[in-house]
């Protein structure tokens, strides 16, 4: 990925200028490689400054995906394998997530919730085989919920502060027959929830914005749908519900992930500023016909 960055690659100028022409001011990449030193979101922060958008602050947690935990942890009695990772990955590092900033980030109060262990959810949904935690009850002395990552960063914009929280779910498909992919996805969205009612310490300071690949959508494809759709109607929250057209004809304006071979047209991403945020106007861009994801964007204002 940084070889592509430096070389311009077509693929990256497409998504360089898209960002570019939207200039947000808070941006949360998926799917970004983590580097020990950041070499690649500096090398993407310094092309999207020769573009005309300079966004100079950045949190890029490592992320859970690809990190070895030398256990088995799908139950198919090998270790070592991408689904035996904290977050399915070939590599450590792989799809990581990164939040980009014009505003500076608040470093000192900011939460990664990153390595929050399923367990410690409440009523977690962890899988079970015979009334048996599966594949063995060690495994969730060391299993992580985030799939990718989690966090809340607090941005300084000028003399007041706007918190910026963020995760990208794991697919609730796949994982086997005892629906491990499908339970802890579920539970990443409800994470978020508990979070809001105040279940897992104190509840997040107003005003804020959840930037959420859910990976789950309020009806379709496969998923406990209640779970988002739970979220989306929760009272500190507000849902713009942006659309915009689809390159290909007869794709619903709401989609945010296209997979034409898979799941088909799904909701899957979400901005939701908190209630008390004025929302000004929402979208969604798709920045190439053969583009997996929309870029969604929203557009708020302080309270009056």
């Given at each position: 990925m940084l070889r592509d960055i430096?070389?311009?690659?077509?693929?990256?100028?497409?998504?360089?200028?898209?960002?570019?022409?939207?200039a947000p001011?808070?941006?949360?990449?998926?799917?970004?490689?983590?580097?020990?030193?950041?070499?690649?979101?500096?090398?993407?922060?310094?092309?999207?400054a020769e573009a005309?958008?300079?966004?100079?602050?950045?949190?890029?947690?490592?992320?859970?995906?690809?990190?070895?935990?030398?256990?088995?942890?799908?139950?198919?009695?090998?270790?070592?394998?991408?689904?035996?990772?904290?977050?399915?990955?070939a590599f450590a590092g792989s799809g990581g997530m990164a939040l980009l900033s014009r505003w500076p980030i608040e470093h000192a109060e900011l939460r990664d919730h990153t390595d929050f262990l399923w367990r410690d959810l409440p009523d977690a949904r962890l899988p079970t085989f015979n009334a048996t935690l599966f594949p063995a009850p060690e495994v969730f002395d060391i299993q992580r919920l985030a799939s990718v990552a989690a966090f809340e960063?607090?941005?300084?914009?000028?003399?007041?502060?706007?918190?910026?929280?963020?995760?990208?779910?794991?697919?609730?498909?796949?994982?086997?027959?005892?629906?491990?992919?499908?339970?802890?996805?579920?539970?990443e969205t409800r994470f978020w929830r508990l979070r809001l009612d105040g279940m897992l310490g104190p509840p997040p300071t107003a005003?804020?914005?959840?930037?959420?690949?859910?990976?789950?959508?309020?009806?379709?494809?496969?998923?406990?749908?209640?779970?988002?759709?739970?979220?989306?109607?929760?009272?500190s929250v507000q849902d713009p519900h942006p659309v915009g057209e689809h390159?290909?004809?007869?794709?619903?304006?709401?989609t945010t992930g296209y997979w034409p071979e898979?799941?088909?047209?799904l909701r899957v991403e979400y901005v939701l500023p908190s209630a008390e945020l004025r929302v000004l106007d929402a979208g969604l861009y798709w920045p190439h016909l053969h583009a997996n994801h929309a870029l969604v964007?929203?557009?708020?204002?302080?309270?009056?």
């Amino acid at each position: 990925m940084l070889r592509d960055i430096r070389r311009a690659a077509p693929d990256v100028n497409v998504i360089i200028t898209a960002i570019a022409s939207h200039a947000p001011d808070a941006l949360m990449l998926l799917d970004f490689d983590y580097d020990l030193n950041g070499l690649a979101l500096l090398a993407f922060t310094a092309q999207l400054a020769e573009a005309g958008h300079p966004m100079p602050h950045y949190f890029a947690p490592q992320p859970n995906s690809g990190v070895a935990t030398g256990l088995d942890l799908d139950g198919d009695g090998r270790s070592g394998t991408a689904d035996d990772a904290q977050g399915w990955a070939a590599f450590a590092g792989s799809g990581g997530m990164a939040l980009l900033s014009r505003w500076p980030i608040e470093h000192a109060e900011l939460r990664d919730h990153t390595d929050f262990l399923w367990r410690d959810l409440p009523d977690a949904r962890l899988p079970t085989f015979n009334a048996t935690l599966f594949p063995a009850p060690e495994v969730f002395d060391i299993q992580r919920l985030a799939s990718v990552a989690a966090f809340e960063v607090p941005l300084l914009i000028h003399d007041r502060r706007l918190t910026i929280m963020g995760y990208h779910a794991g697919p609730p498909a796949f994982g086997g027959a005892h629906q491990r992919n499908l339970n802890r996805n579920a539970d990443e969205t409800r994470f978020w929830r508990l979070r809001l009612d105040g279940m897992l310490g104190p509840p997040p300071t107003a005003p804020f914005v959840l930037l959420a690949d859910a990976n789950l959508d309020v009806e379709n494809g496969a998923g406990i749908h209640s779970e988002i759709a739970a979220l989306l109607a929760h009272p500190s929250v507000q849902d713009p519900h942006p659309v915009g057209e689809h390159p290909v004809r007869g794709v619903s304006s709401d989609t945010t992930g296209y997979w034409p071979e898979g799941p088909g047209a799904l909701r899957v991403e979400y901005v939701l500023p908190s209630a008390e945020l004025r929302v000004l106007d929402a979208g969604l861009y798709w920045p190439h016909l053969h583009a997996n994801h929309a870029l969604v964007w929203v557009d708020i204002a302080w309270p009056l």
